[in-house]
């Protein structure tokens, strides 16, 4: 079964709206999670890695203010997505480890289908 | 600096037939190779995984292929089915942050 879920699937709203993306893993704690970004047809953008606790990294290039990284639990991460315009529509996805140590399995949410009118 | 890079951009097998795709990397700090399968709407889900003492690991119709001097590591999907139709990503790193291929859409023919 899923390891991560991710929720909503698919959003659709109007340019200027904030839009929030949950992360839970599930039956584990994750200290770590990592948000991606994903254009069509195109690979996984790693966007920052949200930490339990603290701030999160982000990636060169990524707005911090755009796109804020709350990890205020142990089974919970979100990314809220301020002021979207259309540029921001995307495939986001979510994903940890579920273990402790070095090159543990890595979990992907199933996605959240980001689409700004 | 494109970290990994994967090919072909496409690939369409017969079905019974070998897929064979290629990824190269860079840092030869890297020491985690995993592939990952994407089917549409869903995110990816790890397929196999190497790491760089070893040459080859097999699971069932899935091998990983990898050379060390030259950088490059290889998915070869044995007795390819309808049902492997995905997208295909490699990814190489450690210190679990890794870095993704560009991606593989493979079409098997029935």
């Known amino acids: 079964g899923a390891v991560v879920s991710q929720h909503p699937s698919w959003v659709i709203c109007k340019s200027g709206t904030s839009v929030k993306i949950e992360c839970r893993s599930l039956?584990?704690?994750?200290?770590?999670m990592f948000w991606y970004r994903q254009f069509p047809k195109q690979s996984l953008m790693l966007m920052a890695t949200?930490?339990?606790?603290?701030?999160?990294?982000?990636e060169q290039g990524v707005e911090k203010d755009k796109f804020l990284i709350n990890h205020a639990s142990l089974t919970l991460s979100t990314l809220t997505v301020t002021s979207a315009h259309p540029e921001d529509s995307s495939f986001y996805i979510c994903?940890?480890?579920?273990?402790?140590?070095?090159?543990?399995?890595?979990?992907f949410g199933d996605g959240t289908r980001l689409s700004i009118l | 600096q494109q970290q990994v890079k994967q090919s072909p951009q496409s690939l369409i097998v017969q079905k019974g037939g070998i897929s064979i795709i290629n990824c190269a990397y860079e840092?030869?700090?890297?020491?985690?190779f995993p592939w990952y399968q994407q089917f549409p709407g869903k995110g990816p889900a790890l397929l196999i995984a190497?790491?760089?003492?070893?040459s080859e690991k097999k699971e069932g119709r899935f091998t990983i292929s990898f050379n060390k001097s030259a950088k490059q590591f290889s998915l070869h999907i044995m007795d390819s089915q309808p049902g492997d139709s995905a997208t295909y990503f490699c990814?190489?790193?450690?210190?679990?942050?890794?870095?993704f291929g560009s991606g593989t859409k493979l079409n098997v023919k029935p």
């Open positions: 994903s940890t480890f579920s273990g402790q140590g070095r090159n543990q399995p890595q979990h």
């Open positions: 039956d584990f704690q994750a200290t770590t």
């Open positions: 949200s930490n339990e606790g603290s701030k999160a990294t982000y």
């Open positions: 840092n030869t700090a890297f020491d985690y």
């Open positions: 190497i790491r760089p003492d070893v």
């Open positions: 990814a190489a790193g450690n210190f679990n942050k890794f870095y």
